[in-house]
């Protein structure tokens, strides 16, 4: 029995069980983050921008009550 691998038994050991490649992975959690990022701030531009029409001369909850004049 030679102690070699046979070119098959590569072939096997290699489709056995497929590893994770770091190259492939660290690729992904970038794309994941800058994805992950970009939705923040989409949303923290529109928060702002929906923020932005609401001034209190336009809301009438904001507004000083009228003074009544019971006594």
Same mark, same amino acid.
Do not use: F, I, V, Y
């Given at each position: 029995m030679s102690l070699r691998p046979s070119p098959r038994t590569e072939v096997r050991r290699s489709h056995y069980k497929v590893a994770v !490649?770091? $190259? $492939?992975g660290r690729r992904r959690r970038k794309d994941n983050m800058v994805e992950i990022r970009k939705n923040?701030?989409?949303e @923290?531009?529109?928060k702002k921008h929906r923020e932005g029409f609401r001034t209190p @001369? !336009? @809301?009438p909850l904001l507004l000083p009550p009228l *003074? *009544?004049?019971r006594r």
């Open positions: !490649n770091a $190259e $492939e923040r701030r989409e @923290s531009l529109q @001369s !336009n @809301s *003074s *009544s004049t």
